[in-house]
């Protein structure tokens, strides 16, 4: 497939990168001149069923469930959350899959020394992420914590991750990778 048959999501200059706007997406698509070639479609289909794969249909948890393999991620999944002092980092999931949503807010009620970090891409998703995973403002062990941006900047406004986060928007991968790169330095300095 060629690349006049996909919308770029971001605008590239010198300097940097930056995202595109819904509605400029939705022009670029708009502009887009697509003819349907089966060969293309047929070939999309083949590779695709190669992956592993969880579709968002209603079937998911049947499929995730009766499936061996998805069965056994979901049992480690399970076990890993229920080992004391454990930590899960969620950046990206929006724990709209009620089955994974159902039983991480159900591994946080039971095990109080689990700690669960949830980075919210932006500040409006803190609602629907509270609503998904099921919490209204805290958790039983109060041990599910959602940071926002706007969270990220006053939880660190005396500290010496100030400069890096005052200027984050969004918390992304690549905003959570400095994050984490800046905190492995920082431990790893204290040991030398």
């Known amino acids: ?12 200059s010198e300097k ?3 995202e595109k706007t819904y509605e400029q997406i939705i022009e670029d698509a708009e502009g887009l001149e697509l003819s349907y070639d089966a060969s293309e479609y047929d070939n999309f289909i083949t590779a695709y069923k190669k992956f592993i794969i969880i579709n968002p249909t209603k079937r998911k948890f049947a499929e995730t ?9 979901m ?29 991480t807010r159900r591994s946080a009620e039971n095990n109080p020394t689990l700690k669960v970090i949830i980075f919210a891409y932006c500040d409006e998703e803190e609602k629907s992420l509270k609503k998904n995973i099921g919490i209204d403002s805290t958790c039983v062990n109060n041990n599910i914590l959602i940071i926002t941006p706007t969270k990220m900047r006053e939880l660190n406004v005396d500290d010496d991750y100030n400069d890096m986060v005052c200027d984050i928007e969004h918390l992304d991968m690549n905003a959570i990778n400095k994050i984490f790169e800046y905190i492995n330095k920082t431990i790893h300095a ?3």
């Open 190 to 192: 204290s040991y030398e």
């Open 75 to 103: 049992r480690l999944y399970s076990n890993a959350l229920e080992k004391e002092n454990s930590v899960l980092f969620v950046v990206g999931f929006s724990f709209a899959d009620e089955h994974i949503a159902t039983l």
């Open 16 to 18: 940097r990168k930056t």
């Open 1 to 12: 497939m060629g690349d006049d048959k996909f919308v770029n999501l971001f605008i590239e």
């Open 65 to 73: 469930v009766l499936d061996y393999h998805f069965y056994e991620l």
